[in-house]
């Protein structure tokens, strides 16, 4: 992102290249790493970076605050984890999913379990992982209707300006998070009983204590988080692709990106 040689940040870190590769990779080092100079020559917060590095982890969410929100990670051969998100109305029992994950057949069972009916299927970026499961999801519900960012998708299924959704008593809208993927989207679901705070689905905009990878623009990715994402009140929970749980307040004060 911040066009700077791997020999550069090595020497900033005060480290060989090879370490630098190594905690690229894994994470851990035994070499003692300068995170001062390092976040100053790649553009992270010094302090930040090194909470990461040493373990950070956004705090635990209770789920209990939305009783009709369920989490699924799938996982594919080579460990790679997604998640996805299912939301409902619990007067109505009418549900909408957000991104697919890998393997359909948890939600499927959620759904059965919990008697829904699967109305809206909201995609937050095109990536093979968040939509691989897609094709079981219309299988199972052939009426489902499909929301995307993309623009090469068939207009029926792009969102529309100013769009409001209604489920049941639950509201959701859109803010459009390109960067990561020129289709980006982030999707905001309120109006939860007992004021519970709004929940963000943010695909791979954002993640706890980093961001997605910039594929086709790093600044614009950084930029539309800042203003799209960080800008919700600090309460609101953020649902990512991949990683745990985090808040608006979290991502503030530990993301070093930020």
């Not at 969102?159 to 959701?172: D, F, M, S, T, V």
Request: hydrophobic share 40%; with cysteine.
């Amino acid at each position: 992102m911040s066009g700077v040689s791997t020999a550069a940040a090595a020497s900033a870190a005060g480290i060989s290249e090879a370490d630098l590769t190594t905690l690229e990779k894994s994470g851990r080092t035994a070499a003692k790493i300068n995170f001062a100079a390092l976040g100053k020559i790649v553009g992270l917060d010094p302090a930040k970076l090194e909470a990461v590095a040493n373990g950070w982890l956004p705090a635990k969410t209770d789920l209990s605050l939305w009783h009709e929100l369920r989490v699924f990670t799938t996982k594919d051969s080579d460990g790679l984890t997604v998640n996805c998100y299912l939301v409902w109305d619990e007067v109505s029992r009418d549900a909408a999913l957000f991104d697919t994950g890998l393997d359909a057949q948890p939600i499927l069972d959620c759904i059965a379990a919990e008697q829904l009916a699967l109305k809206h299927v909201f995609i937050t970026h095109s990536h093979w992982d968040h939509v691989e499961a897609l094709p079981q999801i219309r299988a199972a519900f052939p009426k489902v209707r499909l929301h995307s960012g993309s623009k090469s998708a068939p207009v029926d299924q792009r969102n529309k300006p100013a769009e409001i959704i209604h489920l049941g008593g639950l509201r959701i809208t859109y803010r459009e998070t390109p960067g990561h993927a020129d289709d980006g989207v982030t999707y905001l679901v309120g109006n939860w009983q007992e004021d519970a705070p709004y929940v963000a689905l943010v695909g791979d905009a954002i993640f706890a204590g980093s961001m997605g990878r910039g594929n086709p623009d790093w600044h614009l990715a950084r930029q539309k988080v800042r203003e799209q994402i960080l800008t919700l009140p600090a309460e609101t929970l953020l649902c990512p692709g991949h990683g745990p749980l985090t808040t608006v307040a979290e991502e503030k004060a530990h993301n070093p990106f930020f």
